[in-house]
Structure formats: structure tokens, C-alpha cells
């Protein structure tokens, strides 16, 4: 049987180490939060021979051993607490071979908590091409540790590596040239006795951070803080202390064993590109024309295997009505299922292509430089430069990017961040977008290639970032705190996206999209069906008695015209018909009848059971007379009173922003909560969210219709 070691993945951000996780692990990972804690843990199980396999955590990506933010926080924790049950038995540290000096700054820290590590230098051909050459011998010697090179882009390297994993057993030997106990003796050597530990920086570390371990008690974090004021033991005067004398240590190290041949030019190339992408005019303009370059392929590229997928999922219907025998269990199955779930699989091109293309945009190092320019613009609206990853995060989808708002120290920078976030349009909202448009926006060329449509759904885009920057500003006078904020990141250079990399996030982000969005769709479908399918028994009797009679006097082609009255008639008196009616007076003024308000109601559990909804009403609607798609359906549909169709500008334009605006989306609000540990702030959220949208559509419809 397979013995398990546990390994734990360090290092510094953009050094490659999620790339290098997901090489090893492939397929076989999974992702949950650290015990008691909700940051993000992944976790996957690589083989290393036939009688040795490894489970590996990585760990979030940071600087040093001292944390600048929550996540950061974890991995100490993790590397400290013997009983956390993600408690390495291995360290692999993952370094960048062209910044060498900087990222062994955190490997000499965990080096010096005396856990056995492997250093993988990686990006070494890159390091090659820019001129610098690594004696990797010479530096495994000096570290006393094995030191692999690798390339985690190029896949080179991980072979030598799993080779030195599972034959690596003992702790780092030269990790002498930093002598902390010089920093704070008296207060170390106490720590040291409390602790019951020969370690002196692991005692010096627990007297820097004691209080975010939760492993010690309520007396134990007391007498750290007593050691603290006895020996005036100051925080940071003393990490900046030791990180002087660390990248001295590193200095004699390094010396001989890096020859930089190419150090004047390592950042010509990145330098030359950033001076016209993050410029401070042209920079604004060149991103605008990359969103909409991906608006444009949204549209353009996806609707051919759209159009296979919305034929199919009609073929099946139709089929399905021919040859399965009429009753409930198969309208439930063709009406209900593959009604809502036909309502789902269509949107997985547009999903996966607008996934494609964010992840080339992170993987060539764009998106840091959308941050960087965005930084100044933030600070004026109430929020910092670290504002902008959880926003630009929130184009995918709200739930990790509040989650990432830890990052932000700043107490009402994050909330303001965590109050804003879900109005920038997500992923979720693309389908509703994308239906509506197709509705109300010809598809029209402008000038022979410039998509009206692609230009309709960048326009949504950027009504959403108006309105969080916008509320963003309100907040910032209505939250009252004196903290000062910062915002220190660093560019990486530029590189070619990893192709690998772009095709299994089109996988994941589609499997997460139809497998988590999917179950709540297919149940809400199934609701959907019965609800529209039954009502009281008494206006259902009436309903059938009432075309028997008029049945008996009409030819074959009235009869069928009959059916689709009759079916109309008892979707409007079945109980999702009584439910759509009863909130209809008060949709009515943004121009939605009683079948949107029914989607409005479904969609405050998930955004795309818009789409579901449609599918399901306008399939319950006309049955098997009307095989089309449900972009056909919605396109015929007609208001009774006007006979005017029901999606027209106007009101499509009205529901647009109502989705834009509105908070339908049940996990939002949970994980709100969680991060706020208060249901004020998610209250807060939903009401205000709600209160916009209706405005934005109430004036929106009777200034347009």
C-alpha cells in the first residue's frame, strides 16, 4: 500500500507555484477552506513512485513569514501548529529564478523553523534568456538542501523534482548565517521555556504573532504578552531588524553563484510595453478596446456552437413529444428538464470563451497592470489600490473576490469594497444579458465589424462599474474611520499565456457554471413546472369546460389555435400564474408582466435561473406546439392588452438593468455575512441593491417606451 506524504507549496506571489500545483496534481484536487478558517485551501495528490504518493497543499502565496494580510497569515499557522491537520512533513519553496535574492528571503525564514525543504528554482530558461545563469550545485551546497530547476511553463524539471520529494528526509544544514537570538535574548529564551522548543526562531515568531494562533490558550497568549512588555520587545523594529541581517546572510550566499550577464536589459522588454499599456491617457483607451474585443468574441464566437446546442436541446423536445407516451412524468422531463437545462448548457461557449480570455489576460501579466493604473482612480472613490482585485475579480463572480477583500487591512476600505463588489456584473449575469440582447439589439455591423451587440453588452459592463464606483463614493462619507491605507504590488514581466493553463480554467470555470448553477436550476425548473402546470382545481375545471364547448363548434385549425388559448389561459390560473399576478402590480410600472415577475422572484436564489425560468414558462406555455428555442418563444410572445411584443427595447433594456442592479444571488449574501460576522452589512446590501434597481428600470422604462 502507498505511503502519503504531505507537502506543502511556499512562495512568493507570481512565482509560479499554482502552476506548479497544478501540474502535479492535475485533475485529482479539490478545494475547501483551512480548518475554522475561510480562506481558500487547495489541495491535490500527485504520484511519486509506486509505493509513495504525496497530498499537496498550496499554500497562499507570500513575501515572509510575516503576514501583511489574513491569507498571508495561514501559512504560518499552518508551518507552526504540529496538529493543524495541513501540517507539512515536506516544504517545497518555490522561488523565481530571475529574482532570486528577494525570494530566498522567505525560503531562509522557513528554513530556519527546521522543516525539511526543497527548493525548486523555477522560470530558469526564462532567467537563461534574460542573462542570468544559476550554479545550482553550488547553491544546493551552500543551502545544504537539494535544489532542482525546473520549469513549471514549459513543463521541464518535474521529473528531477518528484526525485527529490520523495528522497528528501532531512532539515535544511546551513541556516546559520541569521543568528535571531541576538535580536531580543532575554524575551526569546523566555518564549523558548514556554514553549518547551530548542528553536529560536520558531520562539521569536510565536512572540511576533502568537495572537493569530489559535492553538495556544487564553493564559498562554497572556504570558506572551508579559514577556512582550517585560523585555520592551517592539514588533517591528525588530522584522526589520532581522530582514537587514537576512539579505545580508543572502548576500554572501548569492555571491558566486549568480551571474547576471543580462542585468541592465532583464526589464527593457516589459519596461518598453508598459510605457504605452499603463500609460496615462493611451492605457484607459487600450483597455476599453480589450473589452471590447472580448464583448465582440462573446457574441461572434459562440454563436455557431450556440445555435448547435439550442437545435439540439429542440430536437430532443420535439422528438421527445413524438414518441414518449403524452402524460405528466414526460412533460415534467421535456417541459421541466430539458427545458431548464437546455436554459444552461447553451451559455457554456460564452462562459468558457470569456474565461479563455481573462485567463490569457492574467497569464501574460496584463491584469496586475490594470490594477496598477486603476489604483489612483480607486483612492479618489473611497477605496484602495487593493480595492481593485476583489472588483475586477467580481467580473467572474462576487463570492471569492468579497472573499479576497481580506487583503485590504484597512477596516472601511474593505467593507466599502465588500458593499460594491456585487454590483460589478458577473459571470452569472451574462446569460441574462446575452438573451435580452439578442432580443432588443439588431445584429447589426457597424463600419463592417464592430458588433451593436458587442457594444450593448460592454455598455452593461460598464454601467455596473459606474454604479460601484458610484455608491463606492457615497459610502465613503456615509462610513466613518481614521485608518490610512496602502497599496504596494509588483508587476511581473511580461509572458506568453500558458495555453494548459487557459484550457483547464475553460474546463473548470464551465464544469463549476453548469454543476453548481445547474442544480439550482434544474430544481427550480422542476418547481417551476409543477407549479405551472397545476393550480386550483375549480378555475382548471372551468378552463376545460369552457373551450369543450367552444371546441365542438370550430374546424381542425381553430382547435389549434384553441390549444394554445387553452394552454395560455391555465398557465395564467396555475399557482405560478397566481404568484406572477399577485407582484404584478408592482413590476408593472418597469414594463414586466406577471411571467418576468416570476423570473424576478426564482432569480434571488441564482441570476441565471432567469434564463431556467423563461425555458420552463414559455415551454409550459406552448407546449409541444411550439418546438422552437426559447429565444424564439420570448421573441413571439405578445402583450394581451397591446398586442405589442413583450420584449421590446424598453422593457428589455428596463430588465437589464434591473439584473445589473439587484442582489439575486443567495451565496453572496452568505458569504457577506460570513466575512462581516453580522447580518448588518448583507441587509444593508440587499436593500439598497433592490432599491436601485427598481429605480434604474422604473425610470429607464418610462423614459424609453
Known amino acids: 500500500m502507498a505511503t502519503t506524504l504531505k507537502i ?29 478558517i475561510t480562506v481558500d485551501k487547495k489541495t491535490g495528490f500527485c504520484k511519486l513512485s509506486a509505493t509513495q504518493q504525496a497530498e499537496i497543499i498550496d499554500l497562499p502565496g507570500t513575501y515572509s513569514l510575516y503576514p501583511k494580510s489574513r491569507d498571508e497569515s495561514i501559512v504560518f499557522q ?130 511576533h504573532q502568537h495572537e493569530h494562533l489559535e492553538i495556544y490558550t487564553a493564559q498562554q497568549h497572556s504570558q506572551f504578552e508579559q514577556i512582550k512588555k517585560a523585555h520592551e520587545f517592539e514588533s517591528s523594529k525588530l522584522q526589520a531588524a532581522e530582514t ?79 414518441y414518449l407516451p403524452d402524460g405528466v412524468l414526460t412533460n415534467l422531463l421535456l417541459d421541466g428538464v430539458v427545458a431548464g437545462l437546455g436554459g444552461i448548457i447553451v451559455f457554456i461557449p460564452q462562459i468558457a470563451i470569456l474565461f479563455a480570455l481573462i485567463s490569457i489576460l492574467e497569464d501574460t501579466g496584463y491584469m496586475a497592470r490594470v490594477t496598477f493604473m486603476m489604483d489612483k482612480i480607486m483612492r479618489k472613490f473611497g477605496m484602495s489600490g487593493k480595492s481593485v482585485v476583489p472588483m475586477i475579480g467580481s467580473f467572474a463572480c462576487a463570492v471569492p473576490s468579497i472573499m479576497s477583500a481580506r487583503n485590504i487591512e484597512n477596516w472601511k476600505d474593505r467593507i466599502i469594497t465588500i458593499m460594491v463588489s456585487p454590483l460589478v456584473s458577473c459571470s452569472a449575469r451574462l446569460p441574462v444579458y446575452t438573451l435580452l440582447i439578442s432580443l432588443i439589439i439588431p445584429d447589426t455591423k457597424l463600419l463592417g465589424f464592430i458588433s451593436m451587440q458587442a457594444l450593448a453588452l460592454m455598455g452593461m459592463y460598464l454601467i455596473s462599474i459606474i454604479a460601484a464606483v458610484t455608491v463606492a463614493f457615497v459610502m465613503k462619507f456615509m462610513i466613518k474611520a481614521t485608518e490610512k491605507s ?146 424564439d418563444k420570448m421573441r413571439e410572445a405578445r402583450n394581451p392588452e397591446t398586442g405589442l411584443p413583450v420584449f421590446t427595447f424598453a422593457t428589455g433594456f428596463a430588465l437589464m438593468l434591473f439584473y ?19 447580518w448588518k452589512w448583507p441587509l444593508i446590501q440587499t436593500v439598497y441593491m433592490t432599491a436601485m434597481a427598481y429605480v434604474a428600470s422604473l425610470i429607464a422604462y418610462q423614459f424609453l417606451k
Open 486 to 631: 496602502y497599496f504596494i504590488m509588483e508587476l511581473p514581466v511580461y509572458r506568453m499565456p500558458r495555453w494548459s493553463n487557459v484550457l483547464f480554467t475553460m474546463y473548470e470555470k464551465s464544469k463549476t457554471f453548469v454543476f453548481e448553477a445547474g442544480k439550482v436550476i434544474i430544481a427550480i425548473s422542476i418547481v417551476l413546472w409543477v407549479m405551472a402546470t397545476y393550480g386550483p382545481s375549480e378555475k382548471f375545471e372551468q378552463i376545460e369546460t369552457k373551450y369543450a364547448k367552444i371546441e365542438m363548434q370550430k374546424d381542425s385549425v381553430q382547435i389549434s389555435t384553441l390549444e394554445r388559448d387553452k394552454s395560455a389561459e391555465k398557465l395564467e390560473n396555475s399557482y405560478a400564474g397566481i404568484l406572477g399576478r399577485s407582484i404584478e402590480p408592482v413590476i408593472k410600472p418597469l414594463g414586466f408582466d406577471w411571467k418576468i415577475g416570476i423570473a424576478l422572484i426564482t432569480s434571488f436564489a441564482a441570476r441565471e435561473a432567469f434564463v431556467g425560468t423563461m425555458a420552463t414558462i414559455y415551454s409550459v406555455d406552448n407546449g409541444e406546439e411550439n418546438p422552437g428555442t426559447i429565444r
Open 244 to 322: 537587514i541581517a537576512r539579505y545580508r546572510y543572502l548576500s554572501t550566499i548569492l555571491s558566486g553563484v549568480i551571474e547576471d550577464t543580462g542585468a541592465s536589459k532583464k526589464f527593457a522588454f516589459s519596461d518598453k510595453i508598459d510605457s504605452v499599456l499603463t500609460n496615462r491617457f493611451w492605457g484607459f483607451f487600450i483597455f476599453l478596446f480589450i473589452l471590447f474585443f472580448i464583448f465582440n468574441a462573446i457574441f461572434s464566437w459562440s454563436a455557431y456552437p450556440m445555435s448547435l446546442i439550442e437545435g439540439a436541446f429542440g430536437w430532443i423536445a420535439k422528438t421527445g413529444h413524438e
Open 78 to 207: 499552518v508551518l507552526a501548529d504540529k496538529k493543524n491537520s495541513s501540517h507539512p512533513d515536506l516544504i517545497v519553496l518555490v522561488a523565481d529564478a530571475t529574482n532570486l535574492r528577494r525570494n530566498l528571503l522567505l525560503y531562509s525564514q522557513v528554513a530556519d523553523l527546521r522543516i525539511p525543504v526543497v527548493l525548486a528554482l523555477n522560470m530558469t530558461d526564462m532567467a537563461t534568456k534574460e542573462g542570468i545563469n544559476v550554479n545550482i550545485d553550488e547553491l544546493s551546497s551552500r543551502l545544504g538542501i537539494q535544489v532542482v530547476a525546473i520549469s513549471a511553463r514549459s513543463k521541464t524539471g518535474l521529473d528531477a523534482l518528484k526525485q527529490a520529494i520523495a528522497n528528501t528526509t532531512a532539515i535544511p544544514t546551513q541556516v546559520d548565517g541569521t543568528d535571531v537570538n541576538v535580536l531580543a535574548p532575554a524575551a526569546i529564551n523566555e518564549s523558548k521555556t514556554l514553549l518547551d522548543t530548542d528553536n529560536d526562531y520558531f520562539a521569536l515568531q510565536i512572540l
Open 660 to 678: 445589473a442592479f439587484a442582489m439575486q444571488c443567495m451565496s453572496t449574501v452568505a458569504v457577506v455575512y460570513r466575512e462581516t460576522k453580522s
Open 8 to 36: 506543502a507549496l511556499v512562495g512568493n506571489p507570481n512565482t509560479g507555484k499554482s502552476t506548479l500545483f497544478n501540474l502535479l496534481t492535475g485533475l485529482n484536487q479539490k478545494i475547501g477552506n483551512f480548518p475554522g
